[in-house]
């Protein structure tokens, strides 16, 4: 089966269109990359999509053209990726969406919100839609988040020592497989932010009218860290906020680490350089990255999404790992800059197949769930049989992929 996965991730920059070709083996699920595309959101939307971001106020009015306009990219670049790396042969469209809001409180979660309506999607395409993948776990109690972690434990089993699977978008999550030197099941969990308070921060000068930053919206290559010194005193503050020292399960986002947040931390440091505030961020991501694996005696973190390309926050995540071998995904087979995407693609085939998307364990949920809703593409609903074996293991044969 021919699977695009569709993800946008709280960077909210670009949607990324990945195509994979799934095909069970016995308990083995195989997945041939056969190419990514990514789509940037136009500026009045992206704009659109900002300004109605907690903590800000916005109408349901705007709630309905977000969802709409969001649907209508979402199947740009659903065309796209069937028409460029598939030959129009696409057999199922998986639709993460767009995650506006993640409803956490009181050390759960009570509901969480994707946009993007996948009818566009399943009328642009004429395929079917799997969308929605969130809110199931999270009405079985689960936290919604990371929902990677079932695609990671498929995919890192097996190997020896104490993996753990890292993405690195805007909020860093990790799936520490086989529960570390601890025992137990896998467990999963969002350490803090990755990139949301250093693009906060890039915005903010590039926003104010400061010309050398005019225009940014992030730190490319990790030039402003490379020419800042971390302020310890702002770092100890921020090191201080309460939900690191949460216990797992646990998810986050931008209703927490924002700009807000960012400008209450800075309160009463004076004016600082930009370069010394993105330096002073990226040191926090590295060290609270390190701080989460740490105690599961981890022997090597895989790294994925777009802080992996940003040397500076890699070589500061490699020094506070200490002996830690850190890695990125491409170096088995996967592709960084797509693998949420492909891992969308992977919980769109299991869902199609009637089988479970979630590992409990990592999500804190009540039981294993079935994710999503289907949305009929034009010929109607017309799904595969139900798997009769439920697949334990993910390889990757990595010879097609291509990106665009």
Same mark, same amino acid.
């Given at each position: 089966?021919?699977?695009?996965?569709?993800?946008?991730?709280?960077?909210?920059?670009?949607?990324?269109?990945?195509?994979?070709?799934?095909?069970?083996?016995?308990?083995?699920?195989?997945?041939?990359?056969?190419?990514?595309?990514?789509?940037?959101?136009?500026?009045?939307?992206?704009?659109?999509?900002?300004?109605?971001? $907690?903590?800000? %106020?916005?109408?349901? !009015? #705007? +709630?309905?053209?977000?969802?709409?306009?969001?649907?209508? /990219?979402?199947?740009? =670049?659903?065309?796209?990726?069937?028409?460029?790396?598939?030959?129009?042969?696409?057999?199922?469209?998986?639709?993460?969406?767009?995650?506006?809001?993640?409803?956490?409180?009181?050390?759960?979660?009570?509901?969480?919100?994707?946009?993007?309506?996948?009818?566009?999607?399943?009328?642009?395409?004429?395929?079917?839609?799997?969308?929605?993948?969130?809110?199931?776990?999270?009405?079985?109690?689960?936290?919604?988040?990371?929902?990677?972690?079932?695609?990671?434990?498929?995919?890192?089993?097996?190997?020896?020592?104490?993996?753990?699977?890292?993405?690195?978008?805007?909020?860093?999550?990790?799936?520490?497989?086989?529960?570390?030197?601890?025992?137990?099941?896998?467990?999963?969990?969002?350490?803090? $932010?990755?990139? %949301?308070?250093?693009? !906060? #921060? +890039?915005?903010?000068?590039?926003?104010?009218?400061?010309? /050398?930053?005019?225009? =940014?919206?992030?730190?490319?290559?990790?030039?402003?860290?490379?020419?800042?010194?971390?302020?310890?005193?702002?770092?100890?503050?921020?090191?201080?906020?309460?939900?690191?020292?949460?216990?797992?399960?646990?998810?986050?986002?931008?209703?927490?680490?924002?700009?807000?947040?960012?400008?209450?931390?800075?309160?009463?440091?004076?004016?600082?350089?930009?370069?010394?505030?993105?330096?002073?961020?990226?040191?926090?991501?590295?060290?609270?990255?390190?701080?989460?694996?740490?105690?599961?005696?981890?022997?090597?973190?895989?790294?994925?999404?777009?802080?992996?390309?940003?040397?500076?926050?890699?070589?500061?995540?490699?020094?506070?790992?200490?002996?830690?071998?850190?890695?990125?995904?491409?170096?088995?087979?996967?592709?960084?800059?797509?693998?949420?995407?492909?891992?969308?693609?992977?919980?769109?085939?299991?869902?199609?197949?009637?089988?479970?998307?979630?590992?409990?364990?990592?999500?804190?949920?009540?039981?294993?769930?079935?994710?999503?809703?289907?949305?009929?593409?034009?010929?109607?609903?017309?799904?595969?049989?139900?798997?009769?074996?439920?697949?334990?293991?993910?390889?990757?044969?990595?010879?097609?992929?291509?990106?665009?």
């Amino acid at each position: 089966m021919r699977v695009i996965g569709l993800m946008s991730g709280t960077s909210y920059d670009a949607i990324d269109a990945a195509v994979a070709d799934l095909t069970l083996e016995g308990d083995t699920l195989v997945l041939t990359p056969l190419g990514m595309v990514s789509t940037v959101y136009a500026d009045d939307l992206r704009a659109e999509l900002r300004a109605a971001m $907690p903590p800000a %106020a916005t109408t349901m !009015a #705007a +709630v309905c053209r977000l969802d709409t306009r969001i649907g209508q /990219a979402f199947a740009e =670049a659903a065309v796209l990726a069937d028409r460029e790396l598939c030959e129009g042969r696409a057999d199922l469209i998986a639709s993460h969406g767009q995650t506006v809001y993640h409803w956490a409180e009181d050390g759960r979660v009570h509901g969480t919100l994707q946009i993007g309506e996948p009818a566009w999607i399943a009328e642009a395409t004429g395929r079917p839609v799997v969308s929605g993948f969130r809110p199931r776990d999270v009405a079985a109690g689960g936290q919604g988040a990371p929902l990677v972690s079932m695609v990671d434990v498929m995919w890192l089993r097996g190997r020896t020592g104490v993996p753990v699977a890292l993405n690195l978008g805007g909020i860093a999550n990790i799936t520490v497989v086989d529960g570390g030197s601890g025992g137990g099941g896998p467990l999963a969990f969002d350490t803090g $932010p990755a990139n %949301a308070l250093i693009d !906060a #921060a +890039v915005q903010s000068y590039a926003g104010g009218g400061t010309a /050398a930053y005019s225009g =940014a919206s992030i730190d490319t290559d990790g030039a402003l860290a490379a020419r800042g010194t971390v302020h310890q005193p702002l770092l100890r503050r921020l090191l201080d906020e309460p939900y690191y020292a949460k216990p797992a399960p646990k998810t986050t986002g931008k209703e927490l680490f924002n700009l807000p947040y960012l400008r209450a931390a800075l309160a009463g440091f004076g004016p600082l350089p930009a370069e010394d505030v993105v330096a002073t961020l990226t040191r926090l991501t590295a060290r609270t990255v390190a701080e989460a694996v740490r105690p599961f005696g981890t022997t090597e973190v895989i790294a994925s999404g777009g802080g992996t390309r940003n040397p500076v926050l890699m070589a500061q995540l490699r020094e506070e790992l200490g002996g830690v071998r850190l890695l990125t995904s491409d170096e088995l087979g996967l592709p960084s800059a797509a693998k949420e995407a492909y891992a969308f693609a992977v919980l769109g085939w299991l869902t199609a197949h009637g089988l479970p998307g979630t590992e409990p364990s990592c999500s804190g949920a009540r039981h294993p769930s079935v994710l999503g809703s289907v949305t009929p593409g034009g010929r109607g609903l017309r799904l595969p049989e139900p798997a009769t074996t439920v697949p334990i293991e993910l390889t990757i044969n990595p010879r097609l992929f291509t990106a665009g």
